[in-house]
């Protein structure tokens, strides 16, 4: 177990409201990222952070925000949910540069 | 970012060795190659890294191309436990790092 939690594990809301996931870890790790995964193009980055208050985008970010507060909180916001966004999201960590990956078991988001 | 390519899908029978390729024509020379795999209905998980050398641990072996531009991941024994799609991916230990995956290769167990 790397002591990495997400959550909630599934959600069903409706398109145009907003929607938190968590992304919780108790390594203390450095890097956190998010990824959505969808048939067909594997993991894609959304954003991640290299630090308490420290986040840079990634491939897919349109849509997302994402807040890092404290080393063991990585939240991802979607400020107005739409279809398009109805994926499994996976959070990992990282110890520093380069070390394993860990990742969480995933959150199963919904929108209609 | 250097990035790899790996066949989309690969088949193997239960019990023989599988070896699944990947390249990475424009590997940097501080590029570590790694291989992650991500089992139905759950998160990706490390199997190998390696930088020039062949490696070997408990799950698998790396095969590191002497120009360094392709590498291959071997099971040696394939279960059907091993059935999951295999990442390649490129890593270094320098700057913040995006930590980025392609589609990987869908290995299919056949008993």
């Known amino acids: 177990d790397a002591g990495i939690t997400q959550s909630p594990r599934h959600k069903v809301t409706e398109t145009g409201t907003p929607v938190t996931l968590r992304c919780h870890q108790t390594?203390?790790?450095?890097?956190m990222y998010w990824y959505r995964q969808d048939p067909g193009h594997g993991l894609r980055l959304i954003h991640y952070?290299?630090?308490?208050?420290?986040?840079d985008k990634g491939e897919v970010s349109d849509g997302y925000s994402v807040s890092r507060s404290k080393t063991e909180d990585f939240l991802l916001t979607l400020e107005s949910a739409t279809s398009s966004q109805t994926s499994v999201y996976f959070c990992?960590?990282?110890?520093?540069?380069?070390?394993?990956?860990?990742f969480g078991q995933g959150t199963r988001l919904t929108v209609v | 970012d250097a990035k790899t390519t790996q066949p989309n899908s690969m088949e193997s029978n239960e019990e023989e060795p599988v070896h699944l390729p990947c390249n990475h024509s424009?590997?940097?020379?501080?590029?570590?190659i790694h291989w992650y795999r991500q089992l139905p209905s759950q998160g990706p998980e490390y199997v190998i890294h390696?930088?020039?050398s062949n490696v070997n641990n408990r799950m698998a072996s790396l095969a590191i191309a002497e120009d360094r531009k392709s590498s291959t991941l071997i099971l040696h024994r394939a279960t059907l436990r091993d059935a999951a799609v295999y990442y390649c991916?490129?890593?270094?230990?320098?700057?913040?790092?995006?930590?980025?995956f392609g589609t990987g290769t869908r290995l299919t167990i056949i008993p």
């Open positions: 390696g930088l020039t």
């Open positions: 390594e203390n790790h450095r890097y």
């Open positions: 952070s290299y630090g308490v208050k420290d986040t």
């Open positions: 424009t590997i940097s020379g501080t590029d570590y």
């Open positions: 990992a960590i990282v110890r520093q540069v380069g070390t394993e990956a860990f």
């Open positions: 991916i490129l890593r270094n230990n320098f700057g913040n790092e995006k930590l980025t």
